[in-house]
């Protein structure tokens, strides 16, 4: 009899086993189901996003064509106005020349002329004493001599001031010129500053500030799952021990770090060039042991744990130029991120159970801006997670 009771009190136990099992089956199938439902209104929300970018995209395309406009036609105006004045500057110096070279011919003639005279009175005193008609006509040459002198003085005086008139519209003309290269120079640096603040306007307020808006909101559809969330993590929670343990053996690779969180960190400078979200040769080499490693771990998984692969992208604090093909660094961060996703996926990680997602600088593993601990910042996480 006591061993009936105690295969009764097995059987209870098994029926409670299987009793547990089955309504930890039916929450994990609500919580699918759920999810499925969150996952499409995720989706939605990332359909308006994608739209609300295009809206954004088109009206900064309108403010920086309009820009453009108004920019060139002011450069055509000061171009306009300062060749003109360029203009007027060189007729008044070829007026000045012509008017020196006449000038120049006057002087000549009355030279002339006083040569002349003062070889009359020359030649008039040194014959035989004049008669009062010759000492008159000699006080009439001398007079006129001192005419011409006059005359003579009065031009140099004149050729003078044309010359220095010619030398001010030669100057005014040559200032023309350096304030027409300088303008035009000013209207080229106005034109890429205007351009690099669009882009940065168009980068830092409107995407940043959309992408924000849809983070939020997909934080806030999280809340009704976090329940049966928190019941799958406790299925998993032995898994994640020997996952802890497993991803510990995969940080102890060159250039692989385990960090808090159970999370492995990838150098991105090993991974990608420079401002790029393309995986290089050495980064591809360094991949493949991690993605084997991976592939054994969650191969390992039950079939019924939700499990998730994430990856996360991280650059450090330095923004990009905005000219490249990433203008910023959340779209970097996003952009590689899911290049490693994509990978991981041809070393055979089930599609649906990786997650790409990028930070930008806003997660930092250490302080300060020196090279040291920027290159550390310039990273990518994967993290083995309930899903």
């Not at 008039?124 to 001398?142: F, H, V």
């Not at 010619?166 to 035009?184: G, K």
């Not at 330095?318 to 093909?325: F, K, Y």
Request: proline residues 2%.
């Amino acid at each position: 009899a006591m061993r009936i009771a105690e295969l009764e009190t097995e059987v209870e136990a098994g029926r409670a086993a299987e009793e547990h099992a089955a309504e930890l089956e039916r929450r994990i199938a609500s919580f699918d189901e759920q999810n499925a439902s969150r996952n499409a209104a995720n989706e939605a929300l990332l359909e308006e996003a994608r739209a609300r970018v295009g809206e954004l995209e088109a009206e900064l395309e309108a403010v920086r064509s309009q820009a453009a406009l108004d920019l060139q036609a002011a450069t055509d105006d000061l171009t306009a106005r300062l060749e003109a004045r360029e203009a007027e500057a060189g007729a008044a110096l070829a007026q000045a020349l012509a008017a020196g070279e006449a000038s120049a011919g006057r002087v000549n003639e009355l030279e002339a002329e006083l040569a002349d005279a003062r070889s009359a009175i020359a030649a008039t005193e040194a014959e035989a004493p004049a008669s009062d008609e010759e000492l008159s006509a000699m006080a009439g040459l001398e007079q006129q001599v001192d005419e011409l002198d006059r005359s003579l003085t009065d031009a140099q005086g004149i050729i003078a001031r044309q010359a220095l008139e010619r030398d001010e519209a030669a100057a005014e003309v040559r200032r023309l010129r350096e304030e027409l290269a300088r303008a035009m120079a000013d209207s080229e640096a106005a034109r890429a500053e205007l351009t690099g603040a669009l882009d940065q306007l168009a980068s830092a307020e409107d995407r940043e500030s959309a992408m924000e808006q849809i983070r939020a909101q997909l934080q806030s559809s999280q809340e009704p799952v976090e329940g049966v969330q928190s019941s799958v993590e406790a299925v998993v929670a032995r898994e994640g021990q020997v996952m802890t343990r497993l991803m510990s053996s995969i940080g102890g690779a060159e250039d692989v770090e385990l960090v808090s969180g159970g999370k492995l960190a990838l150098d991105s400078g090993v991974l990608f060039a420079s401002g790029q979200a393309e995986l290089s040769d050495a980064g591809r080499g360094e991949l493949n042991r991690v993605a084997q490693d991976l592939k054994r771990i969650v191969d390992q998984l039950p079939d019924d744990v939700p499990w998730a692969i994430r990856v996360d992208g991280h650059t450090d604090s330095e923004p990009l130029s905005g000219r490249g093909r990433y203008r910023t660094n959340w779209e970097l961060s996003t952009a590689r991120a899911s290049s490693v996703v994509r990978y991981l996926v041809e070393w055979g990680i089930p599609r649906d159970r990786i997650i790409a997602a990028g930070f930008a600088d806003t997660q930092p593993i250490a302080e300060g801006t020196s090279p040291e601990a920027m290159a550390q910042n310039r990273r990518i996480e994967i993290k083995l997670t309930a899903r």
